[in-house]
């Protein structure tokens, strides 16, 4: 799946759909107990069955949401008895959608199974479901179908087994056949078989039904062996009205006709996959396609929105040859169809040959989409079609090993987005998009490791993180840097081939990049190397200490934390890392290979002279394009040989290493590990930076100071230093652009001015309010560039009253592109009166507001972002977290969003305790959201250790610099 990308002003929160075991589930009982149960069904629950006419009226259905169970709700043995295997799935499903059904479907499923060890139960999964037991069969397909007498049926609540008990043991090596008729309901939670809808330009309500399964939603759907590692191949039926379509992974291979002028669409069998990577899809939807290609290229959506379909439908199959290329694999299904789905949790979801995405993540209008919103298109829809290879093709055996799937995606992306769009320079944004932040997380005890063990389900979803995508994704980077690109994609190449449609571990993949490194002639033990990357949680700092006169540098590694930690305190970790370095002398940034290692049993390391580490006038740097996972801490007096080059002639350090060293300067400081002194001393150059890459990376760190100081009495004097390193920059480009501007320029004038309207910049405040006032005098002509949209409406309805706000919420609401209405859910959290920004979180908590479920969190995290918002939005979500609880369940992605933005800026004694307190409070009701709390609490005392630590200085550094 994707990941948020919040950098680009939207949401596209990453994630799948949350595990809830407290949900009321399908099982099976005896048949006495089947009598008395259809009494009472019928008579509370007869209208569950009405439109289910395609089964017999005599049928007996059982559901178990009025029996209780037992059980721990702490799981730790998730996996199905390994004692059989499936082999084939023949699936068909009617969803029953209005005007005619109620949100209800019926199916039937049969499944070859074989038998690997003797056993007297057929275990499967199923959740949500309401089963026929009469029409549940198991046969033998090896003894010419001799049934198999079932004794009674279990249900595993917890683990969501059902459990089929058996007159006789099942024997190896024999398949056997299950089939079964089962009920279930389109349900409002955003995974499994689920209901999504959309109003046309005539003002009627459409529905559609669309699937959600990764990581163990399957099962929702049909009853199933739900498990990555247990692939088989699928036939599957749709059955829908004559007036819709029906989209699965494969091609139709034929449609019948079915009872009440219902179409039955049969497609062709499906290669050999997982049951997370199914997908349905019934609609009323319009598509395209692209048949340039050998494979047929379709992007579907509602038909008032198919002219924002064709940057999609180029970007895609031109991403696809370049995959096939890359990996030197074709791709093995006929067909590729991209569907934008209104209502949808995560940003995509990868399914094999169906991919899904909410629609500001495939959908672009060059009128009302900004620049940003583009790059975020391509990211994902690359990110996406990597998955097809690595994730759909070779699939982890277990969810330990999520990061192979995202971790790849997620650098891969950048790879084929360089691709498409090479002028973007996708490759050097790496830096900034995903190193830098996930460095911020991994510096905090409560990370994990890339390769995380997971015991029960809600630590699967918690590990749909930024540590899972980015830092995967970083350290795949660092990998094929010191491997060198041939022989990191001759690595990959033979990996895939040699598991395709199969399961992997990681070290399948590391074994395959040693042969493929030894074959190169390099030899280097990728196993040794990446399992001090992928097993240890965090990350080092090399500290350079440097002997000026003997002209001799050391190196010593540590483990680096955002929080100090106390002197005696010992740490074990240690990394094998790959170094390189230039100086002012060599002045080399393009050789990334390494020039050594730093071995974890290495205690320090020394270069001299002969290393070539120049005279004590010559400045060093270390980590070339910033292409290894860590941090750089020099002595003082290279600090400040840097700083000097910066501000004679900042342009003879690569732009890369620009950022990195802004990054980690005021990361280093942030920690206590440098003084702040060095670091702010480093943002003079600033005045003369005119690249995206470093104004990024200090704006970013500037945001965090701003989120200290915001409430004190500094804040005046930091906001007049912003603006002071700002001002040249913002003459240079202007408030508005050219047609001639580079996407990079594009990039950084929003970043600048954003920033320019935050400081107070009358000239941008002037602008904004101008434009907006224009487009409230004329809403059918909007003047304001797309992207600059964010900053201008939120600016406009800062400095406005609640006629601006009821405007922008207004263009909200009747806008048709997702793009604009993400920007503008944005915008309207601006506002700096406390009764519209409370009012704004209760309509986020409204559907009928037309702010839609999956984008409540985002509201609230953009109200949370505005420091008068911060204290309202945490007391709203401790006044209505049972409302809250009740929109989102414990979906990983809602929930943990929101406790990061209401605490990113908390930073005080009495914050802390108020987030303990609560924390306390509903530490039984966190689901998913656990690990983000724990995170948000260490943030928090981090905050606290820095006002302690670091205001004083930072104060006193302002006072000296700033008139």
């Given at each position: 799946?994707?990941?948020?990308?919040?950098?680009?002003?939207?949401?596209?929160?990453?994630?799948?759909?949350?595990?809830?075991?407290?949900?009321?589930?399908?099982?099976?009982?005896?048949?006495?107990?089947?009598?008395?149960?259809?009494?009472?069904?019928?008579?509370?629950?007869?209208?569950?069955?009405?439109?289910?006419?395609?089964?017999?009226?005599?049928?007996?259905?059982?559901?178990?949401?009025?029996?209780?169970?037992?059980?721990?709700?702490?799981?730790?043995?998730?996996?199905?008895?390994?004692?059989?295997?499936?082999?084939?799935?023949?699936?068909?499903?009617?969803?029953?959608?209005?005007?005619?059904?109620?949100?209800?479907?019926?199916?039937?499923?049969?499944?070859?199974?074989?038998?690997?060890?003797?056993?007297?139960?057929?275990?499967?999964?199923?959740?949500?479901?309401?089963?026929?037991?009469?029409?549940?069969?198991?046969?033998?397909?090896?003894?010419?179908?001799?049934?198999?007498?079932?004794?009674?049926?279990?249900?595993?609540?917890?683990?969501?087994?059902?459990?089929?008990?058996?007159?006789?043991?099942?024997?190896?090596?024999?398949?056997?056949?299950?089939?079964?008729?089962?009920?279930?309901?389109?349900?409002?939670?955003?995974?499994?078989?689920?209901?999504?809808?959309?109003?046309?330009?005539?003002?009627?309500?459409?529905?559609?039904?669309?699937?959600?399964?990764?990581?163990?939603?399957?099962?929702?759907?049909?009853?199933?062996?739900?498990?990555?590692?247990?692939?088989?191949?699928?036939?599957?039926?749709?059955?829908?009205?004559?007036?819709?379509?029906?989209?699965?992974?494969?091609?139709?291979?034929?449609?019948?006709?079915?009872?009440?002028?219902?179409?039955?669409?049969?497609?062709?069998?499906?290669?050999?996959?997982?049951?997370?990577?199914?997908?349905?899809?019934?609609?009323?939807?319009?598509?395209?396609?692209?048949?340039?290609?050998?494979?047929?290229?379709?992007?579907?959506?509602?038909?008032?929105?198919?002219?924002?379909?064709?940057?999609?439908?180029?970007?895609?199959?031109?991403?696809?040859?370049?995959?096939?290329?890359?990996?030197?694999?074709?791709?093995?299904?006929?067909?590729?169809?991209?569907?934008?789905?209104?209502?949808?949790?995560?940003?995509?979801?990868?399914?094999?040959?169906?991919?899904?995405?909410?629609?500001?993540?495939?959908?672009?209008?060059?009128?009302?989409?900004?620049?940003?919103?583009?790059?975020?298109?391509?990211?994902?829809?690359?990110?996406?079609?990597?998955?097809?290879?690595?994730?759909?093709?070779?699939?982890?055996?277990?969810?330990?090993?999520?990061?192979?799937?995202?971790?790849?995606?997620?650098?891969?992306?950048?790879?084929?987005?360089?691709?498409?769009?090479?002028?973007?320079?996708?490759a050097d944004q790496f830096i900034s998009q995903d190193l830098h932040n996930v460095l911020e997380l991994d510096s905090l005890e409560s990370s994990h490791p890339v390769?995380?063990?997971?015991?029960?389900?809600?630590?699967?979803?918690?590990?749909?993180?930024?540590?899972?995508?980015?830092?995967?994704?970083?350290?795949?980077?660092?990998?094929?840097?010191?491997?060198?690109e041939s022989t990191f994609r001759k690595g990959l190449t033979n990996y895939l081939n040699a598991f395709k449609y199969q399961n992997a571990e990681q070290d399948d993949?590391?074994?395959?990049?040693?042969?493929?490194?030894?074959?190169?002639?390099?030899?280097?033990?990728?196993?040794?190397?990446?399992?001090?990357?992928?097993?240890?949680?965090?990350?080092?700092?090399?500290?350079?200490?440097?002997?000026?006169?003997?002209?001799?540098?050391?190196?010593?590694?540590?483990?680096?934390?955002?929080?100090?930690?106390?002197?005696?305190?010992?740490?074990?970790?240690?990394?094998?890392?790959?170094?390189?370095?230039?100086?002012?002398?060599?002045?080399?940034?393009?050789?990334?290979?390494?020039?050594?290692?730093?071995?974890?049993?290495?205690?320090?390391?020394?270069?001299?002279?002969?290393?070539?580490?120049?005279?004590?006038?010559?400045?060093?740097?270390?980590?070339?394009?910033?292409?290894?996972?860590?941090?750089?801490?020099?002595?003082?007096?290279?600090?400040?040989?840097?700083?000097?080059?910066?501000?004679?002639?900042?342009?003879?350090?690569?732009?890369?290493?620009?950022?990195?060293?802004?990054?980690?300067?005021?990361?280093?400081?942030?920690?206590?590990?440098?003084?702040?002194?060095?670091?702010?001393?480093?943002?003079?150059?600033?005045?003369?930076?005119?690249?995206?890459?470093?104004?990024?990376?200090?704006?970013?760190?500037?945001?965090?100071?701003?989120?200290?100081?915001?409430?004190?009495?500094?804040?005046?004097?930091?906001?007049?230093?912003?603006?002071?390193?700002?001002?040249?920059?913002?003459?240079?480009?202007?408030?508005?652009?050219?047609?001639?501007?580079?996407?990079?320029?594009?990039?950084?004038?929003?970043?600048?001015?954003?920033?320019?309207?935050?400081?107070?910049?009358?000239?941008?405040?002037?602008?904004?309010?101008?434009?907006?006032?224009?487009?409230?005098?004329?809403?059918?002509?909007?003047?304001?560039?797309?992207?600059?949209k964010r900053t201008v409406v939120c600016y406009a309805i800062k400095h406005g009253d609640e006629l601006e706000w009821n405007f922008a919420f207004e263009r909200f609401?009747?806008?048709?592109?997702?793009?604009?209405?993400?920007?503008?859910?944005?915008?309207?959290?601006?506002?700096?009166?406390?009764?519209?920004?409370?009012?704004?979180?209760?309509?986020?908590?409204?559907?009928?507001?037309?702010?839609?479920?999956?984008?409540?969190?985002?509201?609230?995290?953009?109200?949370?972002?505005?420091?008068?918002?911060?204290?309202?939005?945490?007391?709203?979500?401790?006044?209505?977290?049972?409302?809250?609880?009740?929109?989102?369940?414990?979906?990983?992605?809602?929930?943990?969003?929101?406790?990061?933005?209401?605490?990113?800026?908390?930073?005080?004694?009495?914050?802390?305790?108020?987030?303990?307190?609560?924390?306390?409070?509903?530490?039984?009701?966190?689901?998913?959201?656990?690990?983000?709390?724990?995170?948000?609490?260490?943030?928090?005392?981090?905050?606290?250790?820095?006002?302690?630590?670091?205001?004083?200085?930072?104060?006193?550094?302002?006072?000296?610099?700033?008139?």
């Amino acid at each position: 799946m994707s990941s948020s990308r919040e950098y680009l002003d939207m949401d596209s929160s990453k994630s799948t759909s949350s595990i809830k075991f407290k949900a009321k589930k399908g099982f099976f009982i005896e048949r006495w107990v089947a009598v008395l149960l259809l009494f009472i069904v019928a008579v509370v629950a007869v209208a569950l069955l009405v439109y289910f006419t395609c089964l017999q009226s005599s049928e007996t259905y059982l559901d178990a949401s009025n029996v209780s169970t037992t059980g721990s709700n702490v799981i730790t043995d998730l996996l199905l008895p390994k004692t059989l295997t499936p082999i084939h799935y023949s699936v068909e499903l009617q969803p029953f959608l209005p005007p005619d059904g109620n949100f209800s479907f019926s199916g039937q499923m049969k499944l070859r199974l074989r038998c690997t060890d003797a056993t007297s139960h057929i275990t499967l999964h199923i959740k949500n479901i309401t089963v026929h037991e009469a029409t549940v069969r198991i046969t033998s397909a090896s003894d010419q179908g001799l049934l198999v007498d079932i004794v009674n049926f279990a249900y595993d609540t917890n683990r969501q087994f059902l459990i089929v008990n058996l007159n006789k043991q099942l024997v190896p090596k024999n398949d056997y056949n299950i089939s079964m008729k089962f009920l279930g309901l389109l349900n409002e939670d955003l995974n499994g078989f689920y209901r999504s809808s959309y109003v046309d330009e005539t003002g009627r309500t459409r529905w559609l039904a669309v699937t959600q399964f990764q990581p163990t939603d399957a099962r929702k759907a049909f009853p199933c062996m739900d498990e990555p590692a247990l692939k088989a191949t699928f036939d599957i039926t749709l059955i829908r009205a004559s007036n819709m379509t029906s989209i699965s992974n494969m091609p139709i291979h034929h449609t019948e006709d079915r009872p009440n002028n219902n179409k039955a669409d049969v497609y062709q069998t499906t290669v050999n996959m997982s049951t997370y990577l199914l997908a349905f899809v019934v609609s009323d939807y319009a598509f395209k396609a692209n048949n340039a290609t050998n494979t047929r290229f379709s992007v579907w959506a509602r038909s008032g929105a198919m002219e924002q379909v064709e940057y999609a439908l180029y970007a895609g199959p031109k991403t696809l040859d370049f995959f096939e290329t890359y990996f030197n694999i074709t791709y093995p299904l006929p067909k590729q169809d991209m569907v934008a789905v209104p209502d949808f949790n995560a940003g995509a979801m990868e399914n094999w040959g169906l991919i899904t995405y909410r629609e500001s993540a495939l959908l672009w209008d060059p009128k009302l989409s900004s620049p940003a919103s583009k790059q975020r298109v391509l990211t994902i829809i690359v990110h996406e079609l990597a998955h097809q290879w690595f994730g759909n093709l070779v699939t982890p055996k277990w969810w330990d090993d999520l990061w192979l799937n995202e971790g790849f995606a997620s650098y891969m992306e950048y790879i084929g987005s360089d691709h498409v769009e090479p002028t973007w320079k996708m490759a050097d944004q790496f830096i900034s998009q995903d190193l830098h932040n996930v460095l911020e997380l991994d510096s905090l005890e409560s990370s994990h490791p890339v390769s995380n063990p997971v015991n029960n389900p809600d630590e699967i979803n918690e590990i749909f993180d930024s540590i899972t995508y980015s830092k995967g994704a970083s350290i795949i980077r660092m990998m094929n840097m010191f491997l060198g690109e041939s022989t990191f994609r001759k690595g990959l190449t033979n990996y895939l081939n040699a598991f395709k449609y199969q399961n992997a571990e990681q070290d399948d993949l590391w074994r395959y990049f040693t042969e493929a490194s030894k074959e190169d002639g390099f030899n280097i033990d990728v196993k040794l190397v990446m399992d001090t990357w992928t097993r240890q949680t965090g990350y080092p700092v090399i500290n350079i200490s440097r002997d000026y006169d003997a002209r001799t540098v050391k190196l010593i590694q540590k483990k680096f934390f955002l929080v100090p930690i106390g002197k005696n305190v010992s740490r074990t970790e240690a990394w094998h890392i790959p170094i390189t370095y230039t100086t002012s002398v060599s002045n080399n940034f393009f050789d990334t290979r390494p020039q050594f290692w730093f071995y974890a049993n290495n205690e320090s390391i020394t270069l001299n002279e002969h290393d070539g580490i120049p005279s004590k006038d010559e400045w060093v740097l270390f980590n070339i394009k910033q292409t290894s996972y860590y941090r750089v801490n020099y002595d003082i007096e290279n600090w400040k040989l840097l700083i000097q080059q910066l501000e004679s002639n900042h342009e003879v350090i690569d732009v890369i290493n620009r950022a990195q060293l802004i990054d980690d300067a005021m990361d280093l400081a942030r920690a206590s590990q440098l003084d702040y002194n060095i670091a702010l001393n480093l943002t003079n150059y600033l005045v003369k930076e005119v690249e995206y890459l470093p104004w990024d990376s200090a704006t970013t760190n500037f945001g965090f100071i701003d989120d200290m100081l915001s409430v004190t009495a500094a804040y005046g004097k930091w906001k007049k230093l912003v603006a002071q390193r700002l001002k040249p920059i913002y003459e240079k480009i202007g408030f508005v652009g050219k047609d001639s501007d580079s996407h990079l320029e594009k990039l950084n004038r929003v970043n600048v001015v954003g920033w320019a309207c935050r400081t107070d910049n009358q000239d941008c405040l002037r602008h904004s309010s101008d434009l907006y006032k224009q487009w409230m005098d004329n809403p059918s002509d909007d003047p304001i560039p797309p992207a600059l949209k964010r900053t201008v409406v939120c600016y406009a309805i800062k400095h406005g009253d609640e006629l601006e706000w009821n405007f922008a919420f207004e263009r909200f609401q009747k806008s048709n592109v997702g793009t604009e209405k993400d920007i503008l859910l944005s915008a309207l959290s601006c506002t700096e009166k406390p009764w519209i920004l409370g009012k704004y979180l209760m309509l986020a908590l409204n559907t009928s507001s037309g702010i839609r479920k999956s984008d409540s969190s985002s509201v609230f995290s953009s109200v949370a972002s505005n420091s008068i918002g911060r204290p309202i939005a945490f007391d709203f979500l401790r006044d209505k977290w049972n409302l809250i609880k009740e929109l989102h369940g414990s979906s990983f992605f809602a929930i943990a969003k929101m406790v990061k933005a209401v605490t990113q800026s908390l930073n005080t004694r009495f914050g802390l305790k108020q987030l303990n307190d609560f924390v306390e409070m509903h530490s039984s009701a966190l689901g998913t959201a656990k690990r983000s709390l724990q995170q948000a609490i260490e943030q928090t005392e981090a905050n606290v250790i820095w006002m302690e630590n670091n205001f004083d200085i930072v104060n006193a550094w302002l006072l000296r610099n700033v008139s």
